[in-house]
């Protein structure tokens, strides 16, 4: 309010004229010189004003009193729209424009708007590539001191704000409020190729690179390529063999957190995903998207070595291996070795003794679920594998491959100790228990032993010549 309308005159004035004062260095100008000499200590570098708490140097005390205001958590200006609160007016008034929607800030590179001039000061580093902020921990780089500042506190292991849905801790409140996204169910941002939908902006920008099928970050040990350099960094931990992250309940290490999440609800024994077609529950929905491939009859992976088709990749890249010979992994027990871990795995339960799978049919147990499967295929009666040569037909795939053997004429497995060549590495095991004398199947009627079951099975025929049942 002012006392004349002299004064109020002088005062309007004051407030449209042309800022006169201008900065050779930044070029901001100011109304009055006082202003101007003020702001050219900024220039000077020379920071007098310290603060006790914290370190921070300022080249204004003004600077100063306002940057006390933080540590003091005092914040009187509060935002009406969504409740939050600052420290200084200033800040509140700028805030406001988000709400606002306007944004009257252009950058030319790329034609992103922005609500306040200084946002967009911050975005044009992007584009000048220059980041002078380095991070001493893991060398990677910044453009503004503030980004460096946050990606400090990841290094820190310190995470404040704690999701109340899940548990799950962050470092930075940003971060947390992106999370409960996830929580909150809303979906609002779709990809119109697929229909896919994200409750992060961020998330379908990453995903549309998908449909473009550019990937411009490769693996220089694999040559694997991605999208996304997020993707390639986590990637490269694979390589470097790190796994920082252990399951208490079985020791199992992994690569990354989200795996160690996953695999810990296998231990849980939790399966909300249930399979429509066969009932198959599973513990993690991408399994189950992978699982549905299966019924859907598509194999869109082919082997180019045998010509052998498969729904899922991952299947297509580990029965390769059987094609490359490669071994790695070695049983203890017996020695044989095996192209896959998994296949080791289950190959390492015959020895533990342990069968935990009954056939409800004969009584027959197993040790794994995969061989009872099969099995029970022997009961159904159902013979789907004919052979083209003789006619024989085999509930079992494989069978029908060993059986071909015979056909083919190839004996590749020798007895060394009488020389008889056998066309089945099993026929062959079988076989050796005649060298080795043992005996293990007796015969109820007369006591005669019999190093197999087959010739056991013959001899009885002979006690049931001549009785009448």
């Given at each position: 309010?002012?006392?004349?309308?002299?004064e109020?005159?002088?005062?309007?004035?004051?407030?449209?004229?042309?800022?006169?004062?201008?900065?050779?260095?930044?070029?901001?100008?100011?109304?009055?010189?006082?202003?101007?000499?003020?702001?050219?200590?900024?220039?000077?570098?020379?920071?007098?004003?310290?603060?006790?708490?914290?370190?921070?140097q300022?080249?204004?005390?003004?600077?100063?009193?306002?940057?006390?205001?933080?540590?003091?958590?005092?914040?009187?200006?509060k935002?009406?729209?969504?409740?939050?609160?600052?420290?200084?007016?200033?800040?509140l008034?700028?805030?406001?424009?988000?709400?606002?929607?306007?944004?009257?800030?252009?950058?030319?590179?790329?034609?992103?708007?922005?609500?306040?001039?200084g946002?967009?000061?911050?975005?044009?580093?992007?584009?000048?590539?220059?980041?002078?902020?380095?991070?001493?921990?893991?060398?990677?780089?910044?453009?503004?001191?503030?980004?460096?500042?946050?990606?400090?506190?990841?290094?820190?292991?310190?995470?404040?704000?704690?999701?109340?849905?899940?548990?799950?801790?962050?470092?930075?409140?940003?971060?947390?409020?992106?999370?409960?996204?996830?929580?909150?169910?809303?979906?609002?941002?779709?990809?119109?190729?697929?229909?896919?939908?994200?409750?992060?902006?961020?998330?379908?920008?990453?995903?549309?690179?998908?449909?473009?099928?550019?990937?411009?970050?490769?693996?220089?040990?694999?040559?694997?390529?991605?999208?996304?350099?997020g993707?390639?960094?986590?990637h490269?931990?694979i390589?470097?063999?790190?796994?920082?992250?252990?399951?208490?309940?079985?020791?199992?290490?992994?690569?990354?957190?989200?795996?160690?999440?996953?695999?810990?609800?296998?231990?849980?024994?939790?399966?909300?995903?249930?399979?429509?077609?066969?009932?198959?529950?599973?513990?993690?929905?991408?399994?189950?998207?992978?699982?549905?491939?299966?019924?859907?009859?598509?194999?869109?992976?082919?082997?180019?070595?045998?010509?052998?088709?498969?729904?899922?990749?991952?299947?297509?890249?580990?029965?390769?291996?059987?094609?490359?010979?490669?071994k790695?992994?070695?049983?203890?027990?017996?020695?044989?070795?095996?192209?896959?871990?998994?296949?080791?795995?289950?190959?390492?339960?015959?020895?533990?003794?342990?069968?935990?799978?009954?056939?409800?049919?004969?009584?027959?147990?197993?040790?794994?679920?995969?061989?009872?499967?099969?099995?029970?295929?022997?009961?159904?009666?159902?013979?789907?594998?004919?052979?083209?040569?003789?006619?024989?037909?085999?509930?079992?795939?494989?069978?029908?491959n060993?059986?071909?053997?015979?056909?083919?004429?190839?004996?590749?497995?020798?007895?060394?100790?009488?020389?008889?060549?056998?066309?089945?590495?099993?026929?062959?095991?079988?076989?050796?228990?005649?060298?080795?004398?043992?005996?293990?199947?007796?015969?109820?009627?007369?006591?005669?032993?019999?190093?197999l079951?087959?010739?056991?099975?013959?001899?009885?025929?002979?006690?049931?010549?001549?009785?009448?049942?």
């Amino acid at each position: 309010m002012f006392l004349s309308d002299n004064e109020t005159v002088l005062h309007t004035v004051s407030s449209a004229e042309v800022k006169q004062f201008r900065c050779l260095e930044s070029g901001k100008a100011f109304a009055f010189k006082n202003s101007l000499i003020q702001h050219a200590v900024v220039h000077s570098r020379v920071k007098n004003f310290k603060c006790d708490e914290c370190g921070t140097q300022f080249a204004l005390k003004k600077s100063l009193t306002k940057h006390l205001l933080i540590h003091s958590g005092v914040k009187n200006f509060k935002c009406d729209e969504c409740g939050k609160q600052f420290t200084d007016k200033r800040n509140l008034t700028k805030h406001l424009l988000i709400h606002s929607g306007v944004k009257n800030f252009k950058c030319d590179e790329c034609g992103k708007r922005f609500a306040q001039k200084g946002v967009l000061n911050q975005h044009l580093l992007f584009h000048s590539g220059v980041k002078n902020f380095k991070c001493d921990e893991c060398g990677r780089r910044f453009a503004q001191k503030g980004d460096l500042t946050k990606h400090l506190l990841i290094h820190s292991g310190v995470k404040n704000f704690k999701c109340d849905e899940c548990g799950k801790q962050f470092a930075r409140k940003e971060n947390l409020t992106k999370h409960l996204l996830i929580h909150s169910g809303v979906k609002n941002f779709k990809c119109d190729e697929c229909g896919k939908q994200f409750a992060r902006k961020e998330n379908l920008t990453k995903h549309l690179l998908i449909h473009s099928g550019v990937k411009n970050f490769k693996c220089d040990e694999c040559g694997k390529q991605f999208t996304v350099k997020g993707n390639l960094t986590k990637h490269l931990l694979i390589h470097s063999g790190v796994k920082n992250f252990k399951c208490d309940e079985c020791g199992k290490r992994f690569t990354w957190n989200e795996n160690l999440t996953r695999h810990l609800l296998i231990h849980s024994g939790v399966k909300n995903f249930k399979c429509d077609e066969c009932g198959k529950q599973f513990t993690d929905k991408g399994n189950l998207t992978k699982h549905l491939l299966i019924h859907s009859g598509v194999k869109n992976f082919k082997c180019d070595e045998c010509g052998k088709r498969f729904a899922q990749k991952g299947v297509l890249t580990q029965h390769l291996l059987f094609h490359s010979g490669v071994k790695n992994f070695k049983c203890d027990e017996c020695g044989k070795r095996f192209a896959q871990k998994g296949v080791l795995t289950q190959h390492l339960l015959f020895h533990s003794g342990v069968k935990n799978f009954k056939c409800d049919e004969c009584g027959k147990r197993f040790a794994q679920k995969g061989v009872l499967t099969q099995h029970l295929l022997f009961h159904s009666g159902v013979k789907n594998f004919k052979c083209d040569e003789c006619g024989k037909r085999f509930a079992q795939k494989g069978v029908l491959n060993q059986h071909l053997l015979i056909h083919s004429g190839v004996k590749n497995f020798k007895c060394g100790e009488c020389g008889k060549q056998f066309g089945l590495k099993s026929s062959l095991t079988t076989h050796l228990l005649i060298h080795s004398g043992v005996k293990n199947f007796k015969c109820g009627e007369c006591g005669k032993k019999f190093g197999l079951k087959n010739n056991l099975t013959t001899h009885l025929l002979n006690h049931c010549k001549g009785k009448s049942f």
